[in-house]
């Protein structure tokens, strides 16, 4: 096969005065910030689906990108061809790690054995070209939502032969995930949820959940896995409403199933948005919640109600986002993958390079600013000002539960408190924030 | 004082033939729906502080309503004026309960020595009211947000004193719900969120919160207060987030805390739909995490991003929450509390009146319908026959754990598993609850 | 063919006593309401798209459905099993109309004159069929979103070839409609928009909307079309931003190129509130403005962002959409098309025909329910004596411009206006419209 | 009176290695962009009602702000306090323009008459100070809405003697206006929309509005002001939905009435989120439609359904609406005015200084980007290439009319057209920007 990406042998950087629109302007692998390489705090990966297995279509148009290996869709020849394509991306982007789903790579086939041999056959395949590239798995998930049998859910299926086929599945992407070295593996429950009350078990479904999601835990420790579990939470689409609507409740999920240890989440920017929150918003959840692991940086469209999975562009949210991972310690197994759609209209093959660097540009930019933003760090000096009451004598009893609701009361009361607020200074800290995003 | 509400005496059951708009036509106290009265199942609350408080200002208007008591805001008489008018108008509209914050019933004070002599001298004061007329008390609740202290939080203030001084009003508030009869003590934590991540630390407001909701229960079994403690889920307004976002991020909460065997959630409508669900969703999920305690009937508006507190009139929707109450069993402590506002044009006394009777009509026909529901119930035939693969043996030995993902995936290869998916007859269903509906 | 609908042979009223789900229990075609039969009140239409053309796949999905004329897709033949089918439907369902796009009915070919003699071909099919089952064409129209030309819009393309193929597709189907005796011509503009302004010329892209619209125009004259042109609103989705967002948006695009008297709206209830509006706003706006044309009934989730066009169960709303219709004279070329998808479990065959049972009896109950409305008109006495000052002479000299800003003012003045406002009664109407709706 | 903001003499520009948080760090108001000063520009105007007239209270709670001068409401020593608050405030800004409602500055009293002399006096008393400070105005407006006869609306109100009280105030606002050497006169129509469809007459409160800004506009000639009328869309807040929706939706409205040549948009960037819009749609609509006029620049919440108005921050944002602005020949009497809030925790006298510090850095840095996008306009480059199809014969005889469509379906059949896209190079454009932006 000839080189689908013609124009350019490897991605670099070339600093801001370039005019190489193939080139980077801010991502500079090797560069330390902070003691740390970009490459190693940022951890990009690129993901095989979007990029490699769509073809353009949309609920409302047929195909506009030009795919040659899509052409026989359930064909090992066809998955080849396919890796061929993909793994000449990875190495040309200069993205380190990738993604997939277990029927990305491999074709369904028609049944669990064809599924188990077209799957095996193509580990194969990876498995050599990640060797031959360098090219890293970040992770890989076992897509359970795409064939029919998965309508109702997989995990949440009303008909346990779907939940078995489902745990085949993970069996077998888990397996491959532990031998193509992925650093972790994630569980994204795109059918788990429910079209409509009416015909739907909210508790038999949240227990079959909780089970299988145990099941995953036991299947993890007997292989010895020893990457991170990662559910992506996301509120709606395709179902009417999700499980894993966002970190809050997945956090409740894992609790009740004792499983809090086990897992982490997945956080994309785009279901954050769907669920109502910032993408800043659901970073610092996760983290408050010692929950936090990994990102797919794709953002929504602020009018639109779907999954617009763009590319990340704001360098100003990305920033405080950064600043965020960045003051938990950074990324452990995660990292920042791509789980990013090309617009339908852009159909040149370049456009794929373009668009991951540009979100790789905005994340380095973003992890710049964000160590400046730590370097001189107005904003923790804020909130530890802000809370010091909280290290006073006061403060601290109450923490400490040395406190009765009444006891506490009485001693407001005989000190007559008549507390005042001080400041918030929200629009001085969102002008200092302005400060070092463009000065 | 003479009469607020001279056009009427009590409001009566006069059935779907009156032309009295002064009359229920639906709700009938005494008669009797699955073996208990329309009462003991609705068990209605009316609100003091939307009715008896608010003026009809909104952020961009004066007030519009005569509301001759709330002359002399921060007094004493006035305050009695105004416990006159609320129990003339809960003893008029045949509404069986009532709920207060402390500061509706008596001035704030300039400091906590007044709060608590106001507060005091008022609760003898409605205690004498309940007794005269038999109005019962749903449940207290302080307020937590109005006063400017409460500004960036009361538990989640980032100063100890004002977490103090929020302490004090929830003593004093539950040892009032506790005299007063009070069937459930209520926290809807107003300004318990941010304004803006920039000056806040997440993790550390979480611990105050918990820490104060602990307090809250040793100080309820302390007093041997025996009704239900309850959790108002609310996802924003007035602050940009609220940590109480929706029952399972509520869930989530206690879960961390210890505590979800001590709080169950009150469940407002109109939040619900505010946090992306709808109403039915709420009602479900908190059912299904066995946390599900009361209502505030108010609905929203489908097109308005804030608060608008109407009335509940929708009865389709409130049928199928009145089914999954019914389902549940029924309330224990809880009820319907309607935390509705007038429109800010319903100026004339009367409005108050109409505006509960259509609320109330409308939830006793819910009710009505809900339980002919029941008594052919083709929803829980259709859920019974949609997961029976649970009840074989495969779903069995799934859900008791006789499984790993190992051993399913083995069996499941060696059986060959190819399950399709049936109809999940959602418009048939939909068909079928019109029926009961409308025929 | 063997019939796919074996279980019905035609869907016939048989009254609110029935247990049979395939059969009518409100509308009954010939039933008379306000001096005209159900049917022509109502005018139903099926749409061959989502019921013929779909098969059940979604942006995360594929397909559910078994329909096995799409096997060979690009096919006359299968065109022709596909129109079997259609028809059968239409037959059995008792819906009086049916709607299409061109290239629903025929293979869009790979080329300008396959696409003309395909779509030529069928339209000969759908005459003699419509000639032998009686069913009738409501409207027609051409699909200008799905080919990969139309990625960037048809009208609105930057590229004037892309113009030129979507006229020819329009002057193709609106010969054919003509030529099939439909009623009405629709364009839904489902490119004409932008993903992204960065690469837009609104102002050009605008005039060349205006040019297209009046060409359609001058070849209805032409060709003596005497059928209504209508234009679909829709807000978002597929693209970030349609032109024609809703009615008032329309509205002024007409009346900028001269174009008011010659277009109506084809308002789709879901569409309504993608645009942030009810579907009863966009019903009355459109009324209002003299552009009210035809209906698609599908309705949205609440909760969700985009387009589920599920079938219309809401008897309460339609009852004041189908009030407003009523008032404002009934349809005259519109009617009532259901643009609506099955749920994607829907998968049973009979399931296609409970969804327009369904819908329509909704529909039939909200008519009957609306001429309740109107045989004692509340909301009409409301109205005339909410606005009764403006048949004062006050009333009058200001509407018919006797009066100046200055002159009213100084009229103000002398006379010490100092108006109240009476209550608007909003929860008295809406307890009155319930009990319409309920008793 | 005391000097209510005593850290500061005058804000000044002090460039970027400032550390005073009090100084411009990119707002130097004589500093040459593109031809003209950042001053002529930008046109920065403050807004007397949020900072001078709002005490922080919200729709839950009590004032949080201290602002003295509000103690005695309705009391022209307190308007005059007031003014002298407000004109220090104005000075020591640095924003050479102010805004105002007729409320807000003088008190609205008992009667039409009280009205007209609180105001005529106060006008005396800003005509002094514009004349003692150099600040100018650059709008004035009426109150329409907060008091309780406008609850029903004002020139939408069903009572022709609001109507009329409207009509007053409009005429002494305007005769003000003019007086005061204001630049523009605007009309936001706050309650004009409706609650309630059922109460309410479209058609006829459309008439009333039209017949009010027919009036305003004679009034204008009348009296010889020169300055622009401007109408500012507003989708809903207060009311449920209010008529001047969007830009559009007021396009389609003046164009009813004949005013399309009469009236601009004075364009709220959270009306423009409200309104399922971004900011940057807006601006760029009412520029294509010829009718954007000026700027409200405060910004909402993503995550917030009503008014937050927040001081603009988000430089990426701003520099594209910016960049149309500029590109559409720059404000001619409109300004960026900050109708803008604090946040209710911003207690300090100093925030208001700095909030408005931060969102005029904000917009001047946008204007130096927006100024590098224009002088390497790779933007316009891409759309001239873009859409070059239209300067060619095909493309400029449809635009010319030289085409039917039947005439242009026959040309592109024999020519056998056969269009495929190019590359929208959406991500490409993305980067551009950033890169201008960023580096
Ligand atoms: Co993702
Ligand atoms: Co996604
Ligand atoms: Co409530
Ligand atoms: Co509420
Ligand atoms: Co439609
Ligand atoms: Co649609
Ligand atoms: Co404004
Ligand atoms: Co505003």
């Given at each position: 096969m000839t080189a689908y990406f013609p124009n350019v042998d490897k991605v670099k950087y070339e600093g801001t005065s370039t005019n190489n629109p193939l080139a980077f302007r801010h991502y500079d692998p090797e560069q330390k910030i902070l003691g740390k390489s970009m490459a190693e705090h940022l951890r990009f990966a690129a993901c095989y689906w979007h990029n490699f297995c769509w073809d353009g279509a949309d609920i409302f148009g047929q195909p506009t990108f030009n795919r040659p290996w899509l052409a026989g869709e359930n064909d090992m020849q066809a998955a080849k061809a396919k890796a061929d394509v993909a793994f000449e991306f990875f190495e040309k982007s200069s993205i380190p790690y990738y993604c997939f789903h277990d029927t990305d790579v491999a074709p369904q086939g028609n049944s669990i054995d064809e599924y188990i041999n077209n799957f095996s056959e193509m580990v194969d395949v990876l498995e050599a070209k990640q060797a031959s590239s360098g090219v890293k798995l970040l992770w890989g998930t076992a897509n359970l939502f795409s064939h029919p049998r998965y309508a109702a859910g997989a995990a949440t299926s009303p008909d346990p032969e779907v939940f078995s086929f489902g745990a085949t599945q993970v069996v077998h992407a888990m397996n491959?995930?532990?031998?193509?070295?992925?650093?972790?593996?994630?569980?994204?429950?795109?059918?788990?949820?429910?079209?409509?009350?009416?015909?739907?078990?909210?508790?038999?479904?949240?227990?079959?959940?909780?089970?299988?999601?145990?099941?995953?835990?036991?299947?993890?420790?007997?292989?010895?896995?020893?990457?991170?579990?990662?559910?992506?939470?996301?509120?709606?689409?395709?179902?009417?409403?999700?499980?894993?609507?966002?970190?809050?409740?997945?956090?409740?999920?894992?609790?009740?199933?004792?499983?809090?240890?086990?897992f982490k989440v997945n956080i994309e920017a785009n279901h954050a948005t769907l669920a109502g929150h910032s993408f800043h918003h659901e970073i610092a959840t996760a983290i408050s919640l010692g929950i936090f692991g990994s990102v797919d940086a794709n953002r929504g469209d602020a009018q639109n109600g779907w999954d617009t999975d763009q590319f990340p562009m704001d360098v100003s949210e990305l920033t405080l986002v950064m600043y965020e991972i960045l003051k938990s310690g950074g990324f452990t197994t995660g990292g920042f993958n791509f789980d990013t759609k090309l617009r339908r209209q852009s159909t040149s093959p370049d456009d794929l390079l373009l668009a991951h660097i540009g979100g790789m540009d905005s994340l380095a930019l973003a992890l710049k600013k964000a160590a400046k933003l730590i370097e001189n760090d107005f904003l923790a000096e804020k909130i530890k000002q802000r809370y010091s009451g909280w290290n006073t004598d006061l403060g601290k009893q109450i923490s400490d539960g040395q406190f009765t609701l009444e006891s506490l009361a009485n001693h407001a009361t005989s000190k007559g408190f008549s507390p005042s607020i001080s400041s918030g200074q929200q629009e001085y800290l969102e002008n200092q924030v302005n400060g070092v995003l463009f000065d």
């Open positions: 491959a995930t532990k031998r193509l070295g992925g650093e972790n593996y994630v569980l994204w429950g795109g059918r788990e949820g429910y079209e409509s009350l009416l015909n739907t078990d909210l508790r038999q479904e949240r227990e079959q959940f909780g089970r299988f999601m145990q099941m995953v835990v036991e299947h993890k420790y007997k292989i010895g896995f020893t990457g991170t579990l990662l559910i992506e939470p996301k509120p709606q689409e395709p179902t009417k409403h999700q499980y894993d609507y966002d970190s809050a409740t997945v956090y409740g999920f894992l609790k009740q199933f004792g499983l809090e240890n086990e």
